[in-house]
Each structure stands twice: as C-alpha cells, then as structure tokens.
C-alpha cells in the first residue's frame, strides 16, 4: 500500500492505496469527534440501520462475492440496543471488500472513499466538505508531480519503438511470412527487452502479478522507461548488423545495467521526478 496524509481541519487524516485504489482512514477521521475513543465512535456509526443499508448497498454494486444472505441477517437486527457490529465482523461475516481493517500499530480502519465520505458526513457535514476539498487537492498535486516524468518517458519509448518494429520487419521477418508469424517475431523481440531490463518475459510477469493490471511496463519507474526507450534504439542496430538474438540479449542487459547505474545517481533526473 503507497501512504499519503492530508490535514483536515487540524486533523491528519491517512490515506492507503489498496488494489490501486484509494482508501482513507476512518480511524483518523473519528478521531475527529473523539481523540480517546475512536474505536467507539466508528461502531456507534455501524449500529445504524442507515449505515448498514448504505453499506450493503455499497458492496451489491460492487463486490460480486458479498455475502448478501449474511447481510440480511445483520441489517435485521440493526437498530436493536443490543446491536453491536466492528468493522472486522462486518468484514469476516460479508466479505466486504469497502472497508479492510487490520490491528497493530500501523493498522486502522480504511473505507472506500465513498464510505469514509458517508462517514464524516456523520460526523460532520463541515468536516466532510473540507475532507473532499483536501482528498482533490492531493489527487492534483499527485497528477502534476507526476505526468511531466511519465508522459515525457512514455512518450520517448512509443518514438523508439516504430524504429524498433521497422528493423525487426526488415532484418527478421522473411518477405513471404503471415501475420500471426509476423506477430509472435515482434512480442519475442519485445520480450527481449523485457527480459534485458526487467529480468522476465510479459507473461512472467502477469504470472507473477495476477492482482494487477496492464504489462511490467506499466509499472516501470522513470529510469527503466528512459532505459527502455534507449534500448529500443540500440536492438534496432544490433538487428541491422545481423547479430543473433542471444547475443544482442548479453548486449542489451550490459547496457540496461550500466544506464540504469548512472540514471539513479543522476540529479538532474530526480528533480524532474520529483525524488
């Protein structure tokens, strides 16, 4: 999970990527109401028949696994005194996947986004104004620090791999081929690379991330897509000179070695980045 904090009315509210989606501290923003006793004030939420219909409603248009027969059992006794649910049970009994809740000293309660909105419109409908002024305001500050590196990279690897693609049709793929051939050339040449600079083929990788989307270059740092842009350009050479593709392999990985080297020391790079 990547961290981030934001300042809602001289409260620090936390923030948790889960899933590649973002999840903010309800701990935090009980603690809003009541310092000493946020576990307290997040459970009295969750008695509310209200909060639980919103809740169940929540997960039935977004989580094909929610325990819906479990949810009718709960949302049944909701509003009885003696009713007490925590968002561990909710979870366990549910498998709801709005709200992860972990103990420890660096756990808490994180909700959706648009649970933990609910919930400090509960709290308080000011503070809740405030915390979705605060949540855009990181989401724009985050946009900007980071389009300049990734577009200007992802944009000098998309130039490179036309020259790619080119000598690769020209040197190594016969006159007379079909398409599919054509194709399974390309994504091998393509693997080249990957495995010159990431260490794995695509499907290595997806084999290895079955929770995440898109391809390793997806989730290249800056450096390994300046890298990769430049390695385009040398295979292309090294595919004119006819050299076989273990030995432009060798080649390529002693050159994404040596760049990725001199790129991580480069203080030029991490200003632009933002390091």
Excluded: C
């Excluded at 006793?37 to 008695?47: A, E, H, K, V």
């Excluded at 944009?155 to 054509?182: F, G, Q, W």
């Excluded at 800056?222 to 385009?232: A, H």
Aim: zero cysteines; glycine letters at 4%; aromatic letters at 8%.
């Amino acid at each position: 999970m990547k961290n981030s904090k934001i300042l809602v009315q001289n409260t620090e509210v936390s923030i948790k990527q889960h899933q590649k989606i973002d999840f903010i501290s309800l701990t935090d923003i009980a603690r809003y109401k009541d310092k000493e006793r946020s576990d307290y004030i997040l459970q009295n939420w969750m008695r509310s028949r209200e909060t639980i219909e919103f809740l169940g409603l929540w997960e039935k248009i977004n989580n094909d696994n929610f325990n819906s027969i479990e949810f009718d059992g709960i949302k049944m006794q909701a509003g009885v005194n003696s009713f007490i649910l925590t968002p561990k049970r909710w979870i366990e009994k549910t498998s709801a996947i709005g709200i992860i809740s972990k103990a420890g000293r660096y756990g808490g309660t994180y909700a959706h986004r648009d649970i933990a909105f609910e919930f400090a419109s509960w709290i308080s409908a000011e503070f809740k104004l405030f915390l979705i002024k605060e949540f855009q305001r990181l989401k724009e500050d985050e946009i900007q620090s980071r389009s300049l590196e990734w577009d200007l990279s992802r944009s000098l690897s998309k130039i490179n791999y036309k020259i790619h693609t080119d000598a690769i049709k020209e040197h190594l793929v016969p006159r007379t081929i079909n398409k599919p051939k054509e194709s399974i050339v390309y994504a091998n040449e393509a693997d080249l690379l990957n495995v010159a600079l990431f260490g794995m083929t695509a499907k290595e990788w997806r084999e290895a991330n079955e929770d995440k989307e898109g391809n390793v270059r997806d989730y290249a740092s800056v450096e390994q897509l300046i890298v990769l842009s430049n390695l385009e350009s040398i295979n292309a050479e090294l595919i004119k000179q006819n050299l076989p593709q273990n030995e432009r392999l060798v080649r390529l990985n002693q050159t994404a070695i040596s760049q990725i080297k001199s790129l991580i020391n480069n203080s030029t790079l991490k200003k632009l980045a933002g390091k």
